[in-house]
């Protein structure tokens, strides 16, 4: 397909397992972008990519979060030790360039029980 | 503080109705303003940039007033179909290279 596609669309995980989410960006988009949403709540930002860079990870709520994106494309975001307070629907969106409108995967539903 | 402010709603409204939202932001550097839709369980979507002039798109129209810091965003003559979460959306510019910052989301639903 020609959107952003994300992998698995649900995933559920015992509190202290590691977990890792997968992000497959339009294709020659530059920018790419990893979100948290929680219930009821706004996204937040995690973290971004230029290509292969990650230029900023300040949303990253702990040392337990890591991102990559080691060829500039698919990008996983792995989760150490889940925690309850970790579930939530991961986003990641990624644009053409720097300041281009941002386009949307659907989101992985992550449930620590 | 949240760096987004918008009332979470719920607004209820009848087909027709004309609803309108707003949103305060507290960055006064921020450069570009937008509102995303994003329907139960699926992804956010732009629905349309705000400029200071304003803009109207439709049965939709934005505005933008820099000095109080505030987006609004009318809808008019509503439909069935425009039952979502309207997130109001921030880009602070410069070195945050398009970095998103989102409010908590206003909830519309119209019913017939």
């Known amino acids: 397909g020609a959107g952003v596609s994300q992998s698995p669309r649900y995933k559920v995980a015992k509190r202290g397992q590691d977990v890792a989410l997968r992000c497959d960006p339009i294709?020659?988009?530059?920018?790419l972008f990893w979100y948290q949403q929680a219930l009821g709540q706004g996204p937040e930002f995690l973290t971004y990519f230029q290509n292969e860079a990650q230029l900023d990870k300040s949303g990253l709520p702990s040392d337990r979060f890591f991102a990559e994106r080691p060829e500039g494309s698919v990008s996983t975001l792995k989760i150490q030790r889940t925690q309850q307070e970790d579930s939530a629907v991961y986003l990641c969106?990624?644009?053409?360039?720097?300041?281009?409108?941002?386009?949307f995967g659907n989101g992985t539903r992550l449930t620590v029980t | 503080r949240k760096e987004v402010e918008q009332d979470p709603g719920p607004f209820n409204v009848p087909e027709g109705a004309t609803v309108a939202f707003n949103c305060t932001y507290s960055?006064?550097?921020?450069?570009?303003f937008f509102w995303y839709r994003q329907d139960c369980r699926k992804e956010p979507k732009l629905l349309m940039s705000v400029y200071s002039s304003g803009n109207e798109d439709g049965r939709f129209t934005a505005q933008l007033n820099r000095a109080s810091q505030y987006i609004s965003l009318l809808i008019r003559d509503s439909k069935l179909s425009d039952s979502a979460t309207y997130l109001c959306?921030?880009?602070?510019?410069?070195?945050?290279?398009?970095?998103?910052?989102f409010g908590q989301g206003t909830i519309l639903t119209v019913h017939p």
């Open positions: 960055n006064s550097a921020s450069q570009s």
């Open positions: 959306v921030v880009n602070n510019g410069g070195t945050s290279y398009g970095k998103l910052t």
């Open positions: 969106a990624s644009s053409l360039a720097v300041h281009s409108p941002l386009h």
């Open positions: 294709s020659g988009h530059v920018s």
